[in-house]
């Protein structure tokens, strides 16, 4: 499995909106993509403007290729992108332990 992580940042006040946003964009775009298995959305404390969302893939390709490559990713990106103060920093991670 694998593990996206996108650090977003959104200008201040547009909070609550984007919280609907982004909730919305992942129950009706994101979930319907091949190898999508879940995802995970937090908000900083100290930079309230400052989310990580974190999304959990099959494979690397489902997200790099299907998801990113296909139909799906427009659709995402007009639902969560106006909200964009700058272009997430993306990283992918693959589990090492767990406990």
């Known amino acids: 499995?694998?593990?996206?992580?996108?650090?977003?940042?959104?200008?201040?006040g547009q909070n609550a909106a984007f919280e609907e946003a982004i909730q919305r964009g992942l129950d009706t775009v994101a979930s319907r993509a091949l190898g999508f298995k879940g995802?995970?959305?937090?908000?900083?404390?100290?930079?309230p403007e400052r989310y990580i969302l974190q999304i959990?893939?099959?494979?690397?390709?489902?997200?790099?290729?299907?998801?990113?490559?296909g139909p799906l990713f427009p659709q995402w990106r007009a639902i969560v992108g106006p909200f964009f103060a700058a272009p997430p920093v993306v990283e992918h991670f693959?589990?090492?332990t767990r406990s």
Request: charged residues 30%; negative net charge; glycine residues 6%.
């Open 94 to 96: 693959e589990l090492v």
């Open 56 to 69: 959990f893939w099959d494979t690397l390709e489902d997200h790099t290729v299907g998801f990113r490559q």
């Open 39 to 47: 995802a995970k959305v937090n908000r900083g404390i100290e930079s």
């Open 1 to 12: 499995m694998i593990l996206e992580i996108a650090d977003i940042r959104i200008p201040p």
